[in-house]
């Protein structure tokens, strides 16, 4: 393992839609960043960008910071 972050998130945010597709924005709150050679703590203020397609297709795009 090189590193896993475990992120606290608020409830998702509905922010539109469109053809067949659903956008949402999940807040991230924290959390822990832990690994063998890295350690640390997720910082408030980042999030998940999400868009639902018809299906079982997902994108994520999370964007945070951590020190």
């Known amino acids: 393992m090189t590193f ?12 539109g839609h469109g053809a067949g597709e659903r956008t949402e924005f999940t807040p991230i709150t924290g959390g822990t ?18 868009s639902t397609h018809e299906g079982p297709t997902r994108r994520a795009t999370p964007n945070g910071a951590s020190r």
């Open 4 to 15: 896993e972050i475990r992120a606290a998130v608020a409830p998702s945010l509905h922010v």
């Open 33 to 50: 960043v832990r690994g063998p050679r890295l350690n640390g703590t997720v910082l408030p203020g980042g999030g998940d960008w999400s």
